[in-house]
């Protein structure tokens, strides 16, 4: 089992940053992904950014050029830089590990989850 606690949330005015942060605990050693997903009210769980042992990155579309994904695996922390907040990315954002799958591209492939830290951006 792996533990996920995340950290980071708020409330920021539009065009302001942030950086969320997730530290991993328990049965790290096999993990081979972990990444962001965010959740509003009456919609799914949407990835925003994930990347793997091997630095592979990926983000949704609407958020290229904005947020960042980084980790350290030696602190089994990863982190997400978000710049230009916007009021459409008020949501729950979630820290998610996954050991089945390695190029993540939706929420069934992480097989463990953080309990979300809300992000709310006013205008």
């Known amino acids: 089992q792996v533990q996920l606690v995340e950290s980071g949330g708020g409330s920021v005015q539009a065009g302001e940053s942030r950086r969320l942060s997730c530290t991993a605990s328990g049965s790290v050693q096999g993990i081979v992904a972990t990444g962001w997903f965010r959740q509003t009210p009456g919609n799914w769980r949407a990835l925003v950014a994930v990347?793997?042992?091997?630095?592979?990155?990926y983000y949704a579309d609407s958020v290229k050029g904005r947020f960042t994904i980084s980790r350290d695996s030696a602190k089994n922390t990863v982190w997400l830089q978000m710049n230009n907040l916007k009021r459409e990315d008020t949501a729950v954002y979630y820290c998610?590990?996954?050991?089945?799958?390695?190029?993540?591209?939706?929420?069934?492939?992480?097989?463990?989850w953080g309990k979300g830290t809300l992000v709310v951006v006013a205008s």
């Open positions: 990347t793997n042992s091997d630095d592979y990155e």
């Open positions: 998610a590990a996954g050991v089945r799958i390695r190029t993540v591209r939706e929420s069934d492939d992480m097989d463990f």
